[in-house]
């Protein structure tokens, strides 16, 4: 059988099945798509906390603007949501998916579009890539992005701990409920990485004061790493996993029928998958 083809019939469509849930038996592990991984985060981390940095850090370039919280965090989020975008549409994000998050690999696990092997691989290559993308803010910023904590999630003080791991569960909860919807239908799919700059940017614009608005572990992890700052570490992990479940769940009970996914994948054209191009 051809490495990453599923056709049977001259004509048919090439897929790639390891996004299918669907692996090669004689091809368990796919580096090139783990390594995709690895690099998309750490630019995300990287180039997206980047901004955050230089928004919000003392001294950074676009910290003295007049521009009062509330919109600096919404502008905030719309520019960490365009890397993601970017990344995504990026030979990198076609490789892999561009999933790029923990919490996006474990909804398409649960959904049945990962292998638990490739799901494993990816978690560790994400953070593998957030510790690398904050190890290269920490020599890029230095001052500015100390006094920033290099862009890592906190919960806010004297808030009982369930109200930012809630922000976080439906903060991730709308991240894979719009994926999932617009990667489901031919018309949408390859627009689904557009998702991400007009939903960060109300997430962060409404949410960010409770949690952050991560919704994403990997985000958190380089940062906290970066700063060795563990203050509710933990709600990073609890809220997205328990939105991603719940999105799932919401979809899976037929909540709208049709919404749900053929791949693992937030790219959905010129992909490159684990061996090669498609055609």
């Known amino acids: 059988m051809d490495k990453v083809s599923t056709a049977s019939q001259p004509g048919e469509v090439r897929q790639d099945r390891p996004l299918r849930g669907k692996p090669f038996p004689h ?3 796919h580096p090139r798509m783990y390594a995709a991984e ?9 180039v997206g906390l980047s901004l955050v940095i230089a928004l919000w850090g003392h001294g950074a370039p676009l910290a003295g603007l007049p521009i009062q919280p509330g919109p600096r965090r919404f502008l905030n989020g719309l520019l960490f949501g365009s890397v993601g975008a970017a990344i995504a549409f990026s030979k990198i994000g076609r490789m892999s998916g561009a999933h790029i998050n923990p919490a996006m690999t474990f909804a398409f696990w649960l959904e049945g ?14 953070l593998f890539g957030g510790a690398i993308g904050a190890a290269a803010l920490v020599v890029v910023w230095k001052a500015s992005g100390a006094s ?5 999630s906190l919960p806010a003080n004297g808030v009982p701990e369930w109200l930012p791991v809630g922000g976080e569960a439906v903060c991730t909860f709308l991240l894979v409920f719009l994926i999932f919807i617009c990667a489901a239908h031919k018309a949408t799919q390859p627009f689904t990485p557009l998702v991400n700059p007009p939903l960060f940017a109300v997430l962060t614009w409404l ?3 409770l ?12 940062p906290e790493l970066a700063a060795w700052l563990w203050q509710g570490w933990w709600v990073y992990w609890i809220g997205p996993g328990l939105g991603a479940a719940f999105a799932v769940l919401f979809l899976r009970l037929g909540a709208l029928d049709g919404h749900r996914p053929n791949e693992a994948r937030l790219c959905h054209f ?10």
């Open 27 to 29: 091809d368990k592990l």
């Open 38 to 46: 690895l690099v998309g985060t750490a630019l995300l981390v990287f």
């Open 113 to 126: 579009k990962i292998q638990w092997r490739d799901a494993v691989c990816y978690v560790l290559a994400q």
């Open 148 to 152: 920033a904590n290099w862009g890592a």
């Open 211 to 222: 949690s952050g608005a991560s919704a994403n572990p990997a985000r958190s992890f380089g």
């Open 207 to 209: 949410e960010a004061p």
């Open 270 to 279: 010129g992909h490159h998958g684990a061996t090669g191009p498609s055609r």
